[in-house]
């Protein structure tokens, strides 16, 4: 039986325009209520503070990270961070920052795997959407992302329950 590919191997391989698409054909259905309790959540947690910071494991082209700062922005300065492990990826977020809410900075925008990048200072609100596939030794990557929330913060890891959506997303498209 052949190897399959690791998410994170798929994305380094710069395979995003084909990859994202069979992605994004499994997703679709499901991603937008996700956001929505993602955003009701946050904007709960985070009613009564003015300044917030955000971290995004696997940040992506920004498509679903401006939904989720379109959400939350209201009444927010949002610093925000992201890693991802696709030069692709990091050009398209480029491009959709520019339509987050105007009270967002997008402070840094990194090209690292989770594994690799030092995390330096706290977060209230850390996700990894779809990302978390991607990600070997999970008991010290769980203590990495209690390590960097903040008091009261809050993360939220979005994944399939059926496992690496990458892999039922080209199954799905017949491959």
């Excluded at 992506?60 to 692709?88: C, N, Q």
């Amino acid at each position: 039986m052949a190897e399959k590919t690791t998410y994170t191997e798929l994305w380094e391989k710069d395979l995003i325009e084909v990859l994202y698409k069979r992605f994004s054909a499994v997703v679709k259905p499901f991603e937008l209520p996700l956001l929505d309790i993602i955003i009701e959540k946050s904007s709960e947690i985070f009613k009564d503070k003015s300044d917030l910071s955000m971290f995004e494991i696997g940040a992506g082209t920004g498509k679903y990270t401006s939904v989720i700062l379109h959400g939350i922005a209201t009444g927010h300065h949002i610093t925000y961070t992201g890693i991802d492990v696709s030069s692709a990826q990091q050009k398209q977020f480029e491009e959709n920052s520019k339509n987050f809410p105007e009270n967002v900075e997008v402070s840094e925008y990194t090209l690292s795997s989770w594994q690799e990048y030092n995390v330096t200072k706290q977060y209230d609100l850390v996700l990894a959407q779809h990302s978390w596939y991607g990600i070997r030794g999970a008991p010290e990557n769980f203590e990495k992302i209690k390590e960097i929330l903040a008091d009261k913060g809050v993360c939220f890891i979005m994944l399939n329950p059926k496992g690496n959506i990458s892999h039922i997303a080209m199954e799905n498209n017949g491959e």
